[in-house]
T-cell receptor, first 118, second 112 residues
Framework: DTGVSQDPRHKITKRGQNVTFRCDPI?????LYWYRQTLGQGPEFLTY????????KSRLLSDRFSAERPKGSFSTLEIQRTEQGDSAMYLC????????????????FGAGTRLSVL | RKEVEQDPGPFNVPEGATVAFNCTYS??????FFWYRQDCRKEPKLLMS???SGNEDGRFTAQLNRASQYISLLIRDSKLSDSATYLC?????????????FGTGTKLQVIP
């Protein structure tokens, strides 16, 4: 399977615990995005990487959230001291778009990690 | 005002019907537009890009109206398998890169 893969698919944790999710993008894609989606809502942007550089973070991304993409390939999203409000589907997407390109930025999504905070 | 707005539905239509969804966007500098489809508890998947001149892919037709800042999706001859949530996606250049915003989605249920 050469699509975007995310691990784990499901995570149940107790409030206050730390969790880490992994995303492996499509191999030649330079851009990687993290989104959060709750029931009845569209995906909400969290953060974005171009290669290994984190270029934007949403205001939704509190200090408890951190994301990395150390070698410009896979990425991790860590949530520290989880809260019940963090329960959601966390989606990763990747795309290929050269710098400054005005071409359409078509994103391909992974199946997501569903987080439940008890 | 939300950056991208959609009627959440649900739209309940019989098989064979024609159904249309609209999506409005607030940023007049928006450049790229897409429709994604999301099945229940699955990831979003690209349905089609939306071009200025409008475009068609089988039973699906997408239109863009820049003056009124909306895009539309028309589905003809609805099939049961079309039941899903349809997400409107808009992108624009911000700080040198393309920022992408999703709508909340419109739920379609095709009934036998």
């Amino acid at each position: 399977d050469t699509g975007v893969s995310q691990d784990p698919r499901h995570k149940i944790t107790k409030r206050g615990q730390n969790v880490t999710f992994r995303c492996d993008p499509i191999s030649e894609h330079n851009r990687l995005y993290w989104y959060r989606q709750t029931l009845g809502q569209g995906p909400e942007f969290l953060t974005y990487f171009q290669n290994e550089a984190q270029l934007e973070k949403s205001r939704l991304l509190s200090d408890r959230f951190s994301a990395e993409r150390p070698k410009g390939s896979f990425s991790t999203l860590e949530i520290q001291r989880t809260e019940q409000g963090d329960s959601a589907m966390y989606l990763c997407a990747s795309s290929f778009l050269p710098d400054g390109s005005l071409a359409k930025n078509i994103q391909y999504f992974g199946a997501g990690t569903r987080l439940s905070v008890l | 005002r939300k950056e991208v707005e959609q009627d959440p539905g649900p739209f309940n239509v019989p098989e064979g019907a024609t159904v249309a969804f609209n999506c409005t966007y607030s940023n007049s500098a928006s450049q790229s537009f897409f429709w994604y489809r999301q099945d229940c508890r699955k990831e979003p998947k690209l349905l089609m890009s939306v071009y200025s001149s409008g475009n068609e892919d089988g039973r699906f037709t997408a239109q863009l109206n820049r003056a009124s800042q909306y895009i539309s999706l028309l589905i003809r001859d609805s099939k049961l398998s079309d039941s899903a949530t349809y997400l409107c996606v808009v992108s624009f250049l911000s700080g040198g890169y393309q920022k992408v915003t999703f709508g909340t989605g419109t739920k379609l249920q095709v009934i036998p």
